[in-house]
Every structure is written in structure tokens, then in C-alpha cells.
DNA sequence: ATTGGCACTCAGCGATTGTGAGTGCCAGCA
DNA sequence: TGCTGGCACTCACAATCGCTGAGTGCCAAT
């Protein structure tokens, strides 16, 4: 109540535009047809007439917020409109308790870090009926918490590298050599002493002048070990993505082919996806690009919302919905937030 | 030149009448339009005139092989049609050899079972320019290479499953008490001894009395272990499945959203994808499912065909596209069986 | 600053028509 | 018996037209 500042009373123009606006993007996300300031003021308590409302929208188009798709037609949001709805108009809708628990339960019956990820992009496609993403842990971003090294066969070794994230990456290491076991498990254990808790973009500091511990004529395959390694943990980090719910993608609207071609396809690209998700190391801050916001031309007609997520606000990678520009904004954020929330604190009890 | 047995000999009809509903298969699957008799005789050089083709087209109608969208239109193939096409008329276009060196090389760079299986949708994909999926090697259609034991933390064990087909599988397992060093590279050791080469299916019977080896006291990890080995093993084994191409499915036509929406829905399902890709156990065979031979509803106007997998004929799993049902059936029949038999290769090497 | 009134614009819809691709049938021919 | 040219017929599709109504911009009045 106290924030009715001032019905009737000074400065009230610019006020209301912006509830104009509002309204506009509300209804318009809701029909998805524009909308014209005669259905504004019917489902709008607004409190004047829609003439008045024209003149406002005439301001707005003015400032670029909305626009006409042709002359006697209502007004649709801009880009530029939605980025008003978003960094002011729009309220957070918070989840109700119950969205929160069913998330936290589901969330919680995982058994392994594949079906966590997999669950997650479930929850959002179904929370925000949109296509998420989710990219697990980054290697980058991950500790050292056990290196193991399996002889599989005389020449073959499996190097497995598992993280404090719950991420595990296997490599096969071919050998130079035979293998020999009491080797082999020097090297594990010398390994596991010296990369216990480093993170993994120090690995190759860590292990540095290890190779020369061993006598010359075991270093062939400890060097081979060694390079696989830094490989899978500095060199080529295999960073992961996963992605749900395409079939949302056919909900977008008539104009089919043209604008869900390029974006399924842009979908199937991991780089795109690994830069639609971002770069931002915060966790709980949520995210929005919106349409040309966006730095791949495929993907202007959509906008992104994503958020970094990790143990203890440690953000150890992103995740986020692609949809239509117009889409409900303040759910999406809501999602994304909470599943972000959830997923942290799941890693934070591995 | 032998096989032109009788130009204008006898039994012509019924020969004449297949061309035709080859040329009218090769022809719409081209041109995605109903196919006329002046535009056969224009485009196939099959001696007579359109008014004979048309006698023909209607007894190929009257047989169901054909029908018309509506009065004045061109044919369009039946599933029958195709079913008849597949069968009887298509020859398989084997690939070029630069095709196959290309399949080879590009799948011979993967460095593990996860990039191989990437690396086959992908070029399934660009193969076919269709939906392409490849399923993870069976674990119950594999074997037992190796078992590791890992302490994480005091309570906390990782036990992981390498498969002779290159599958690698991890479950976390909570100890009911402090983790013994010792008691667990016991354990390894008798698994390992116990479980060489077992098949996943048997792993059941081989620990059968393993635990009653061991000292009361020690019992509850033992058994905690085993239970895990089982579960991931033999109770609740996961199968895993990669689709990609999906923006393919944007070449479809003009009729997207109903069509499109439920087959992109489908394909999010494992159920759904383990099942399109059946249940056939030999390598070396393609199998086409056509149309409505589908028994999902929604996939009634998709064709999908599959294969087998796996090192030296044996079969571990399934691979194959879904498309439209007009598609280049001779094309996808050679690339699947191509991918498939590379893979296995691949596969045996391991 | 707001409003009612008014003239104006124009996308979308339905009805109408013309065109042409394609068909089925038939009588004549090899 | 099988093939062919000819012909009448059908009907989807495209183009054209007029109408309607939602929505606008502007203006004079309050």
C-alpha cells in the first residue's frame, strides 16, 4: 500500500506509461496477439480511457518500447520493451511451496550425476514449457578428488579422473610398454598424493617433475599417463551440455520452418550452447538476453535466461531456457532460480 | 544388359507395373509432389505412352500401392507402396568409397565409447539429413572386463563397471561403516577373479556366496557393495540412447505443428526410442519399419530404419533414423548399415 | 491532462472465377 | 490383347474483389 505513491496526485505521465507497458507485454505473452487500447482498458484497471491510452502508446512507440506489425493493428513489445519489463516492471513470481518441494524431491532421488543433470533438464522443459540446458559441472571449475588407474589389458590402461563435482572422466592410455601392476600403483598413489584437492586447471603444475621420480626405464609409460592426464583435465576439458525439451520449439507459432530451423540447429551446436549459457561466474543473479541481445544471428527472434549454479555459491557451471522473445519472463527467471538453487545444493552433499 | 530380358516379349504388364511405381517412389521422394503419367513418361524412359501409364497407375491404385490426395492430382505412394518399394523394387546404393573412408576416418579419431557414440549420430545425421539415433552398447549384452573399487571418503565408495564393449558405468555407494582399505582391495580382487568375462546378465549367479567369504564384522560393506554391483548390473541396468538431427525434422513440410510436435515429443522419451529401434538381434540386416507398421500413434507418418551392432556380429545394440516416410530409403538403408558396420569394428577393436 | 467523437487504414475473411494439371474412358489400331 | 490418341470432366489452387471490424491518429471540448 505504501507504494501507491501517487494516485492522481503529481507526475503521474510517465508512471503510467510504464503500466501501459506492462500491461502490454502481459497481455501479449498471454495472447499472443498484439494488443490495442481498447482490450487494455477492459482488462486493465487502468482508471482512464483508451484514448488516453493511445496517446501513451503513441509515446512509447515513440521511444521504441512497442511497435505496430502494420498500421491497424495493436502494438507488440519490442526487444527493448521486454528489457524494460524485465529490469523494472516485472515482478518475481516466486514459486509456490509445493513447485519447490516436488523440485527438491525429484531432484533428490538421483543417483549419479548424469541422472541429476538429466532431472534438472526435466524440471525446467517442465516448469517453464520451454527447451533448457543444462551443462554439467566444468572440469575448469572442479577439484581433484581421486585419480584411479585401471590396467584392462596388458597394454591398455583407464585412466579415470573424478571430480569433487561428481563429474568422472575416463581415457584410455595406450601403453608403450607392458603393463606393470606395482607401476601402476606407485603412479596411482603418487597421483592421488599430489593432486588431492588442486583444482584441475592446476594439474599440470601439480604433476610436474613426477615423471622424473620413476627410473628411466618405467618413464615411457608414466609419460604416456601424464600427458593423457593433463589432456583430459587442463588441455581438451570436455565441457558437457544437455539439452530438453525441443519439442517446445513447435508451440512457437505460424511462421514455422524459417524461425525453428536455425534454432534446433544452433541447439545441436555444443559451442553455441556453451555461449548461450554465458559466462557469468555468479551463482544466484539470474541472466536475461533478449532477442538481438543475443550474439548469434539464428537466434534473435529468441531470448535466453540462464544462471550459474555450484556448491556453496561457488557457480561450477550454467544452466537456463531458450524460448520465444515473448515468453513469461518472470516464471522463467522463477525456475531457473530455483532449479539453480536446488542443483547447488545437491553438489554441495556429494 | 542381360537383365532387359523382354522388351515387348511377354508378361510385360505386371514387370511394367512395378517400374512404374518405382519411377512414381523415386519420383515423389524427389519432388515431395504427387507424380502425374505425363511427368513419369517425361522423366522415366519407359516406351509408352502416359494414357497406358494411367491404366497402370489406376490398377497400382486398385492394389493399394498408390492413391490420389484428391481428384485431380498426381499419386503419392501408400506404406504399401513403400513396403513394396523397399522390398522388391530399391536397389541399395552402396555409398562411394570416399563416403565409407570419410565414415572410417572420422569415427577412428573418437578417444572413448562417448565420442564414438557422438561422433555416429553425427554422422548418421549428415548422412541420411534426418533424425538419428544410436544407442549405447547393452550392458546385459556385454561382459565383465573389470570392477574398481574406489574410496571417496570415509563413508563413501564409487564403484565402477567397465564392459568389454567400452561401456563405463559408476554408482556411488554409501558405506554403513568406516571404509577399510584393506577389506576393499579384497573385495576387488575375489569381483574381478569372480566376474572376467562374465556376461552383465550373470553377474547375479557369479557373486552368489561371495559374501559369506568374508568375517561377519566385515559383511555389511560386502554386502552393501554387492547389492550396488547387482542393481547397476542386472536389476536396474540403464540403457542409454543419443538422438541428434532433430532440426531435420523443420525439412518436413508444410503441415509442422501437428506433425512435427508429437514426433519431437516421442523422441525425448527413452522408452519410446529404445522401442522404435527394436528388438532385432543380427548385425549385417537393416530393418525398415514403415508408416503405420509403426506402433506408436504418433510416429504413423515417420518410416525408421535400424540395424544392429556390435564387434564380430554381435549384436549390442541398435542404431538407425527416423524420417518422414517419404524418404530416400536406399540412401539411410546403406548409411545405417555403413555406421553400424563401422561402429562395430570400432567396437571390436576395443 | 483527459476524453468523446470521428475519419481513416488495412489485414483477414469469404465468395467468386479462371486456369491447368491430371484423370477416366473410349474407340481405333497393331 | 494391349497400346494409344483424343476428349470430356474434375477440382485444387491462385488471383481478384468487396466487406467488415479492430484499431489508429487527430482534434475540439472539458
Given at each position: 500500500?505504501a507504494?501507491r505513491?501517487g494516485k492522481g ?12 507497458l506492462?500491461?502490454?507485454v502481459?497481455d501479449?505473452?498471454?495472447?499472443e496477439?498484439?494488443v490495442?487500447s481498447?482490450a487494455?482498458?477492459?482488462?486493465h484497471?487502468l482508471?482512464v480511457?483508451?484514448?488516453?491510452i ?8 515513440e521511444e521504441g518500447y ?6 491497424s493493428?495493436g502494438?507488440?513489445p ?6 524494460m519489463f524485465v529490469?523494472r ?9 509445493a513447485?519447490?518441494?516436488a523440485?527438491h ?8 550425476l ?6 534438472s533438464?526435466r524440471l525446467?522443459?517442465?516448469?517453464t514449457r520451454?527447451v533448457?540446458i543444462v551443462?554439467?559441472?566444468s572440469?575448469?571449475r572442479?577439484?581433484?578428488?581421486h585419480?584411479e ?7 591398455r590402461?583407464l585412466l ?5 563435482t561428481?563429474r ?9 610398454s607392458?603393463v606393470d ?5 606407485d603412479v596411482r598413489?603418487r ?8 583444482a584441475f ?10 615423471e622424473?621420480?620413476?627410473p628411466?626405464e618405467k618413464?615411457?609409460?608414466v609419460?604416456a ?10 588441455e581438451r576439458?570436455e565441457?558437457?551440455?544437455?539439452v530438453?525439451g ?8 505460424k ?7 536455425p534454432v534446433l540447429?544452433?541447439?545441436e551446436?555444443?559451442v553455441v550452447l556453451?555461449?548461450l ?8 543473479k539470474?541472466?536475461?538476453r533478449?532477442g ?8 534473435m527472434t529468441?531470448?535466453v ?8 555459491n561457488?557457480a561450477v557451471?550454467h544452466l537456463g531456457?531458450?524460448?520465444p ?13 530455483a ?10 552433499e556429494?
Open positions: 500500500m507504494g505513491a496526485m503529481v507526475a503521474m505521465g510517465d508512471e503510467r506509461r510504464m503500466a501501459v506492462r500491461a502490454i502481459e501479449f505473452v498471454a495472447s496477439e498484439p490495442g481498447k487494455l482498458v477492459d482488462r484497471e482508471g480511457s483508451s484514448a488516453t493511445r496517446n501513451d502508446m503513441a509515446a512509447l512507440e512497442i511497435a505496430q506489425p502494420h498500421t493493428a502494438r507488440i519490442t526487444d527493448k520493451g521486454y528489457r529490469d516492471l516485472a515482478s518475481v513470481r516466486p514459486l509456490s511451496p513447485e519447490r518441494r523440485i524431491s525429484f531432484l533428490e532421488e538421483a543417483v549419479d548424469d541422472n541429476v543433470v538429466e532431472r533438464v525446467l522443459t517442465q516448469l520451454q533448457a551443462q554439467y559441472p572440469l575448469g572442479s577439484r581433484v578428488r585419480v588407474l585401471v590396467a584392462l589389458s596388458p597394454r590402461v579415470i579422473l573424478i571430480a569433487d561428481g568422472v572422466e575416463q581415457r584410455m592410455v595406450d601403453s608403450p607392458e601392476e606395482p607401476l601402476l600403483a598413489a597421483l592421488n598424493t599430489v593432486l588431492a584437492d588442486h586447471a592446476d594439474v599440470q603444475e601439480a604433476v610436474d617433475g613426477l622424473e621420480q620413476f628411466e618413464r615411457p609409460l609419460a599417463l601424464l600427458a593423457t592426464l593433463i589432456e583430459a583435465a587442463v576439458v565441457e558437457r551440455v544437455v530438453g525441443a519439442a517446445n520449439l513447435a508451440r512457437y507459432g511462421d514455422f520452418p524459417q524461425t525453428v530451423h540447429e544452433a541447439l551446436e555444443q556453451l555461449r549459457l554465458g559466462e557469468a561466474t555468479a551463482t544466484e539470474v541472466y536475461v533478449i538481438h541481445e543475443n550474439e548469434f544471428a539464428d537466434m529468441t531470448s535466461v540462464t544462471s550459474g549454479y555450484g556448491p556453496a561457488r557451471a531456457v531458450v524460448g522473445t515473448r515468453m513469461d519472463y518472470p516464471g522463467s527467471m522463477a525456475a531457473v532460480r532449479v539453480a538453487r536446488y542443483l547447488g545444493r545437491i553438489l554441495a556429494q
